[in-house]
C-alpha cells in the first residue's frame, strides 16, 4: 500500500527558512502536493508538483523532489507567523480513482 | 455560497445513536470523498465516489455507509457511533481528470 511520511512537528524563527519533509513509497506517483491546514478549518492546496520535475517555485515556496529516493520537500523562505499550521504532503498514483494519499502532517510553528 | 460545505460543522452524540454528515458542493465535481483526521494518522479515507450513485470504499470503511443520489451531495452516515468514530470528518471533491481536491471546513464529531 501506500506510504507518506513525514515528521510530526517543526519549529523555526520568524524570518528563516522552513524546510518540511516527506518521503513516499509508491514510484508510480503522478503528482505529488503540499496542502496547508490552519487551526479549525480544511485544508488547502498550496502547491503541487508533477512527478517528471525536480523543483517548482512558487513566490516564497519552493518544492524539490528526489525521485529516486522518493523524497519531496517544501521550503518556505522568510517564514512569517502566519505560516504557523499543519502542513500534509500527498500522493497521486495511477489507480484509475482521483484518489490521494496523505502523509501524517508536520506542524510548523513559527516563532516570534 | 459557492464551494465546499460541512454541516453541522460540531456534533457530540451518544455511543449507538445514527448520526449523518451532511456534505455540499456547488462545482459539479464528479468525484467526492470523506476522510478522518486523527492525531498520529493524518487523513485517511473512508468512501469516495466517483459520480452519482457510484460509490467506493476506502482505507477505513467499517461502520459508515454513503450515498450520492445528487452530484452535489455526499452525505456520511454512522449507523450506530462508537467512541472510537470520534474525530474530525472532512469532505473533498474534485473534478476529473484532475487530482486536487478542494476541502470542506470539516465536522468535528464527538461520541460520548
Known amino acids: 500500500g501506500e506510504d507518506v511520511e513525514q515528521s510530526l512537528f517543526l519549529s523555526v524563527r520568524e524570518g528563516d527558512s522552513s524546510v518540511i519533509n516527506c518521503t513516499y513509497t509508491?514510484?508510480?506517483?503522478?503528482?505529488l502536493y503540499w496542502y496547508k491546514q490552519e487551526p479549525g478549518a480544511g485544508l488547502q492546496l498550496l502547491t503541487y508538483?508533477?512527478?517528471?520535475?525536480d523543483m517548482k517555485q512558487d513566490q516564497r515556496l519552493t518544492v524539490l523532489l528526489n525521485k529516486k529516493d522518493k523524497h519531496l520537500s517544501l521550503r518556505i523562505a522568510d517564514t512569517q507567523t502566519g505560516d504557523s499550521a499543519i502542513y500534509f504532503c500527498?500522493?497521486?498514483?495511477?489507480?484509475?480513482?482521483?484518489?490521494?494519499?496523505f502523509g501524517t502532517g508536520t506542524r510548523l510553528t513559527v516563532i516570534p | 455560497d459557492a464551494g465546499i460545505t460541512q454541516s453541522p460543522r460540531y456534533k457530540i452524540t451518544e455511543t449507538g445513536r445514527q448520526v449523518t454528515l451532511m456534505c455540499h458542493q456547488t462545482?459539479?465535481?464528479?468525484?467526492m470523498f470523506w476522510y478522518r483526521q486523527d492525531l498520529g494518522h493524518g487523513l485517511r479515507l473512508i468512501y469516495y465516489?466517483?459520480?452519482?450513485?457510484?460509490?467506493d470504499k476506502g482505507e477505513v470503511p467499517d461502520g459508515y455507509v454513503v450515498s450520492r443520489s445528487k452530484t452535489e451531495n455526499f452525505p456520511l452516515t454512522l449507523e450506530s457511533a462508537t467512541r472510537s468514530q470520534t474525530s474530525v470528518y472532512f469532505c473533498?471533491?474534485?473534478?476529473?481528470?484532475?487530482?486536487?481536491?478542494?476541502f470542506g471546513p470539516g465536522t468535528r464529531l464527538t461520541v460520548t
Open positions: 500527498a500522493e497521486s498514483i495511477k489507480t484509475g480513482a482521483n484518489n490521494l494519499f
Open positions: 508538483i508533477f512527478s517528471n520535475m
Open positions: 462545482w459539479s465535481h464528479s468525484y
Open positions: 473533498a471533491s474534485s473534478p476529473a481528470q484532475v487530482y486536487e481536491q478542494y
Open positions: 509508491d514510484s508510480s506517483s503522478t503528482y
Open positions: 465516489s466517483a459520480a452519482a450513485d457510484i460509490t
